[in-house]
């Protein structure tokens, strides 16, 4: 089993939809999650940090932590083609420094 | 301006050559890391720093080297025994408190 595993997608939803990604992740004891965007050719930017059980919101990003199930989400409301991207999960691992596990990421295409 | 800084943006590199990636950051952040990037693949820490004249192995170091003489400053040399060098690189940074890592731009090595 993968340390993060995400769908590769892609993830094809129409301009003004919810796109929804998710993440699943092995390590019981982690406690520190990021979702990380990357357009094509260029560098992983931060989208969002979680590190409790719940939701959080950014704008039209919401992040969703389920620690009992191992899995975290992220939600883009109102998609743009702006936000058509590769999304990477990342989760910190259990060791005694900022060890980040990433995912192989979610292409998301979102379409006019 | 604050941020993280890689060159060259494109490298090649000859076989049996060893090639040094360019990595600094004003961010006055105390650790640093260097990630290897493949198409469908997620990021893969090949080093990392947490302070001054102290690096780790990540892992995948083989035929890697670096050193961080410098706060500011991680080189990351790509030797000859380094057999599938071609990749996306990426540097990134954290504070020591805090765990988000944040990116450069990348170096694409390509080989001859």
């Known amino acids: 089993q993968k340390e993060v595993e995400q769908n590769s997608g892609p993830l094809s939803v129409p301009e003004g939809a919810i796109a929804s990604l998710n993440c699943t992740y092995s390590?019981?004891?982690?406690?520190?999650f990021f979702w990380y965007r990357q357009y094509s050719g260029k560098s992983p930017e931060l989208i969002m940090s979680?590190?409790?059980?719940g939701d959080k919101e950014d704008g039209r990003f919401t992040a969703q932590l389920n620690k009992a199930s191992q899995y975290v989400s992220l939600l883009i409301r109102d998609s743009q083609p702006s936000d058509s991207a590769t999304y990477l999960c990342?989760?910190?691992?259990?060791?005694?420094?900022?060890?980040?596990?990433f995912g192989t990421g979610t292409r998301l295409l979102v379409s006019p | 301006d604050g941020g993280i800084t890689q060159s060259p943006k494109y490298l090649f590199r000859k076989e049996g050559q060893n090639v040094t990636l360019s990595c600094e950051q004003n961010?006055?952040?105390?650790?640093m890391y260097w990630y290897r990037q493949d198409p469908g693949q997620g990021l893969r820490l090949i080093y990392y720093?947490?302070?001054?004249?102290?690096?780790q192995k990540g892992d995948i170091a083989e035929g890697y080297s670096v050193s961080r003489e410098k706060k500011e400053s991680f080189p990351l040399t790509v030797t000859s025994a380094q057999k599938n060098p071609t990749a996306f690189y990426l540097c990134?940074?954290?504070?020591?408190?805090?765990?988000?890592?944040?990116f450069g731009p990348g170096t694409r090595l390509l080989v001859l």
């Open positions: 390590d019981r004891v982690s406690q520190s």
């Open positions: 979680i590190y409790s059980n």
């Open positions: 990134a940074s954290s504070t020591d408190r805090e765990e988000t890592q944040y």
């Open positions: 961010l006055n952040h105390d650790a």
């Open positions: 990342a989760v910190k691992m259990n060791t005694g420094f900022q060890k980040l596990v």
């Open positions: 720093s947490q302070i001054v004249n102290d690096f």
